[in-house]
């Protein structure tokens, strides 16, 4: 069974940074393109950051570039999302999910950004 759990989110002043983890199951990490989303209110679910199996391709949204930085550990089936200089539209649940265009069908909860003026 395909398992996400996402950790790390909270409230954060504008101009902060938050690390976000997720560590994953189900499937063989050290293989699988891994990729962060999110979803604010009453918005679509967008991706934000995504980088391959070895960690050598990385791909970001236009709105995150040279603000968050995306990276895994194999070892321990964790990726994760370093969020600097947070913007205000950067509030929204951030989600981890498999794969380089398309998702699974597996979702965890999400962690929570909040960031306040």
């Known amino acids: 069974q395909v398992q996400f759990v996402e950790s790390g989110g909270g409230l954060v002043q504008f101009g902060g940074s938050l690390r976000l983890s997720c560590t994953a199951s189900?499937?063989?990490?050290?293989?699988?393109?891994m990729s962060w989303y999110r979803q604010a209110p009453g918005k679509a679910r967008e991706l934000v950051a995504r980088?391959?199996?070895?960690?050598?391709?990385?791909n970001y949204a236009d709105s995150v570039k040279g603000r968050f930085t995306i990276s895994r550990d194999n070892a321990k089936n964790t990726v994760y999302l370093q969020m600097n200089s947070l913007k205000l539209d950067d509030t929204a649940v951030y989600y981890c999910n498999q794969g380089w265009t398309t998702p699974t069908d597996s979702w965890g909860r999400g962690t929570q950004v909040t960031v306040s003026a």
């Open positions: 980088i391959n199996a070895r960690g050598e391709d990385r």
């Open positions: 189900g499937f063989p990490f050290s293989i699988a393109s």
